[in-house]
């Protein structure tokens, strides 16, 4: 028996980005199908305080669920699995699931983030919202007059640790090979950050949350937080399969236009997948945006192929 699926809109990630933009393209009578895993988004483990409209803390775990029992109630159907395969055919795509589902669609939006990298140590996971952090913009708030380091070689870390010094009552700086500009080295050294080079974490200590790190030297650092800066990388494989212009720099974003709508008619691209900055509020912006123009695309696709 075929496993084959229709919709007009298949959307590849349950983050921030994809529901919105489920949303919104449901409530323009389209037929949506989202696919991915809440508990895969960035969003999930965080603590959301700077998104407008909401007072309070609250966790990324709630908003998703609460996310997609909007999505779903608007009619968009969920399967949670990750796609494996996708292919133009014409003015159509094939989308394939990690359980072979096949689904037919007239458009896709990417909405799957990106995936952090992170130090590969033993209990990193474990630690995540609980001292360990990838993310300064996000989380430094949380860290006032608190001890905390910083761990990567470039820019992002060294004004990661500097948008830190500003808070926190002491950070220190740990990087293997730091490949900074003199400009910065300046300023950390006028911020008062502590730079340790040469350095690398082989250790995060503590019970529930993170109280210490060790070093490769032996050196116990006693702190609240660890900031792992070390850069995103996306999961672009995909996307360039389609033929997706990826950014020609690194090869980690998707080149999308204020539509949101990248090189590629029918697809579309939303959120962290986007690049910076990586932000609930402009992932839903954006989502926003793709949703309806998403929709807007299948819904003249659909009335021009009536009259014809
Ligand atoms: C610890 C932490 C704290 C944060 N704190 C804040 C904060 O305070 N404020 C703020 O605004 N932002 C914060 N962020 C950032 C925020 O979570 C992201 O900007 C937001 O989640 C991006 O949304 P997105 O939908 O683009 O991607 P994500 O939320 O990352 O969702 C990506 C989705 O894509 C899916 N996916 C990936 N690959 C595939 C595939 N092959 N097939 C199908 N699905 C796929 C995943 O399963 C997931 O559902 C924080 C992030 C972290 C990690």
Same mark, same amino acid.
């Given at each position: 028996m075929s496993k084959k699926k229709h919709y007009d809109i298949v959307i590849l990630g349950v983050g921030p980005a994809g529901l919105q933009a489920a949303i919104h393209a449901t409530r323009k009578k389209t037929s949506v199908l989202l696919l991915g895993r809440l508990n895969k988004s960035s969003l999930y483990k965080a603590h959301i305080e +700077? =998104? !407008? !409209?909401?007072e309070g803390v609250k966790t990324g775990k709630e908003l998703l669920e609460a996310g997609l029992k909007q999505a779903t109630s608007f009619g968009a159907k969920h399967i949670e699995e990750d796609v494996i395969r996708t292919e133009k055919h014409n003015k159509k795509f094939l989308v394939e699931t990690e359980s072979h589902i096949e689904i037919e669609c007239y458009s896709i939006i990417m909405a799957t983030g990106i995936s952090r990298k992170g130090l590969?140590?033993?209990?990193e996971k474990e630690f995540v919202g609980r001292g360990v952090s990838y993310c300064v913009d996000c989380?430094? /708030? @949380? =860290?006032?007059d608190k001890v905390v380091a910083v761990v990567g070689d470039g820019s992002a870390a060294a004004s990661g640790a500097l948008t830190l010094s500003k808070l926190a009552k002491h950070v220190t700086l740990i990087s293997k090979e730091l490949d900074i500009s003199a400009g910065l080295k300046e300023d950390l050294a006028a911020a008062q950050v502590e730079v340790l080079e040469g350095r690398k974490v082989k250790e995060l200590i503590g019970d /529930?949350?993170?109280?210490a790190i060790k070093l490769d030297n032996d050196q116990k650092i006693d702190l609240d937080g660890l900031f792992i800066e070390k850069g995103a990388k996306g999961t672009m494989e995909l996307a360039a399969f389609l033929g997706v212009t990826l950014?020609?720099?690194? @090869?980690?974003y998707i080149i999308t236009n204020k539509n949101q709508e990248? +090189?590629?008619?029918?697809i579309y691209a939303c959120g962290d997948v986007c690049g910076p900055p990586f932000q609930m509020a402009k992932a839903v912006g954006e989502g926003c945006i793709a949703g309806m123009n998403a929709a807007s695309y299948v819904n003249h696709l659909k009335r021009k192929s009536k009259e014809g």
């Open positions: +700077n =998104y !407008c !409209c909401i590969g140590l033993d209990r989380d430094a /708030n @949380f =860290y006032k /529930n949350e993170l109280k950014d020609p720099e690194h @090869f980690t990248t +090189n590629v008619e029918g």
